[in-house]
Nanobody, 126 residues
């Protein structure tokens, strides 16, 4: 199982970035029937939930800290998940990782995810 996150970088406060996550499994396995999530971990801090999306995209969940600024979406046919981030703040600086849920739905709890990508660094300068 491979999850590859990309799209991170350095951006000024108030700017935008779009993260992508490509999911692939052995023998052509797909994750189109699994929920997906984005988590982040800032230096010296615990990993925290950012956003999640259900298997069909009908249900999305956001942390209070990003609600209204970030948008999660997915393309099931391409096994891709995206995180559009706008109005970025310095406190959004972190390594962002995507994860596959054990169920068709997302969760705010990282223990409910069984596959993780390595992450992509987002740095927001003030």
């Amino acid at each position: 199982v491979q999850l590859q996150a990309s799209g991170g970088g350095l951006v000024q406060a108030g700017g935008s970035l779009r993260l992508s996550c490509a999911a692939s499994g052995a023998s052509g396995r797909t994750f189109s029937n699994n929920g997906m999530g984005w988590f982040r971990q800032a230096p010296g801090k615990e990993r925290e939930f950012v956003a999640g999306i259900s298997w069909n995209g009908a249900s999305t969940t956001y942390s209070d800290s990003v609600k209204g600024r970030f948008t999660i979406s997915r393309d099931r046919a391409k096994n891709m998940v995206y995180l559009q981030m706008s109005s970025l703040k310095s406190e959004d600086t972190a390594v962002y990782s995507c994860a596959v849920s054990r169920t068709p739905y997302s969760s705010t709890m990282y223990s409910q995810y069984n596959y993780w990508g390595q992450g992509t660094l987002v740095t927001v300068s003030s």
